[in-house]
């Protein structure tokens, strides 16, 4: 597979190579059972292993104590802004508070007031989105008992990132969208009540989404919800109530064990991605006013670097310019623009340092002499 680029894109994002490379020679036909992961039953003895070493798998990465439950669900982080709501909030009568660090944590709360009351706790958006709270500034924004606190780990359009455990009061559960994060870096899973990844960043393919939620928190959840949308169906029938996403949760399984057997652990895949994010920073910093960072320094992304160029069009030439040299999918989101680098577990460093190569090599081209741009 030597003709791949280096694909930067923010999701569905790069898989590792060993991955699709086992995913390619069991895709026509898995040995032993003579069929495709894509064709088999979501019944069969193969997918029965499947989903049960790929929980054990991730309850060993992280550390998952007893009494949590791991699941997977299927319509990603956008269905679990509904979700939470309808099992944690509806019919309680009182109010979460939700912390607002970016574009998907505005969503997860406008999700959440159709379902009920929710408040903001915390918001960095008259400042533009550009860190996350620090920890006394975040128990003071929590007032009363609300029913949950709802952060957004990582902030993958502005490019922000809670690089700590988010503190809050301790009768208070904590739900954390962990989409772009997840599995980047060991996570203290105690602290939490309620975490959901949809798995394309880091986990696998688009299509499934683990939730991993508290025994205690399935007490709450009122009656009558759909059961497609209530959490204890997933308990209860092991993620197959109704037919998951086979072939996505297979793929998961494939990326856990290279997280185990190639990377070794979360500790050492948090050392890998914070060496290939320094590669990037340094030359933000080296260069402010024409790479001009986004995020503050104490809340920058490990996943997702995210900055402007003096002008529109140096923007445009410089993604033009390193999709022809095999860098692609740099575009900013389109609500923000820019350029936006992900860089998740899969990323090699190889393609990091390429990269940056190019940065540097487009910088002296195109600065002027204050470090503005000349196109």
Not at 125 to 132: K, N, S, T, Y
């Amino acid at each position: 597979m030597t003709d791949r680029a280096f694909n930067f894109a923010a999701g569905p994002a790069i898989l590792p190579l060993p991955v699709l490379e086992q995913a390619r020679q069991d895709l026509v036909s898995l040995p032993g059972v003579g069929a495709s992961p894509l064709e088999a039953s979501h019944r069969s003895p193969w997918f029965t292993s499947v989903i049960e070493e790929t929980g054990s798998n991730l309850r060993d990465l992280l550390g998952v104590p007893d009494g949590y439950h791991v699941v997977f669900c299927q319509g990603g982080a956008s269905l679990q802004f509904s979700m939470v709501a309808m099992n944690l909030l509806r019919g309680t009568g009182g109010a979460a508070e939700y912390v607002i660090t970016g574009s998907w944590g505005s969503k997860a709360i406008a999700e959440a007031r159709k379902e009920g009351t929710a408040r903001i706790a915390w918001t960095g958006a008259e400042e533009g989105f550009v860190r996350v709270p620090g920890t006394e500034e975040l128990l003071e924004s929590i007032g009363g008992a609300p029913a949950y606190v709802h952060v957004t780990g990582n902030e993958t359009i502005q490019g922000v990132e809670f690089l700590t455990t988010p503190i809050v009061p301790d009768d208070v559960p904590l739900v954390a969208d962990i989409s772009s994060d997840f599995l980047s870096r060991p996570i203290d899973v105690a602290r939490y009540g309620l975490l959901y990844a949809g798995a394309q960043k880091n986990a696998g393919p688009a299509g499934v989404t683990v939730v991993i939620i508290r025994d205690d928190l399935l007490d709450r959840i009122p009656e009558g919800l759909p059961s497609t949308l209530d959490y204890r169906t997933y308990v209860e029938h092991g993620s197959r109530y109704n037919t998951p996403p086979v072939f996505a949760i297979y793929i998961v399984m494939l990326i856990t064990r290279w997280l185990r057997d190639e990377i070794g652990g979360l500790e050492k895949m948090l050392a890998r991605n914070r060496d290939k994010a320094d590669l990037l920073y340094e030359i933000l910093d080296e260069a402010p006013t024409f790479f001009r960072g986004h995020a503050q320094t104490g809340s920058r992304s490990l996943m997702n670097v995210t900055f402007r160029l003096p002008s529109e069009d140096l923007e445009a030439g410089f993604i033009a310019e390193a999709a022809g040299q095999g860098l692609v999918e740099l575009k900013g989101h389109r609500t923000v623009g820019g350029i936006r680098a992900s860089i998740y577990n899969a990323m090699p460093r190889e393609g990091v340092e390429a990269l940056a190569a190019f940065m540097r090599e487009f910088h002296e081209r195109n600065a002027g002499p204050g470090g503005e741009g000349t196109i």
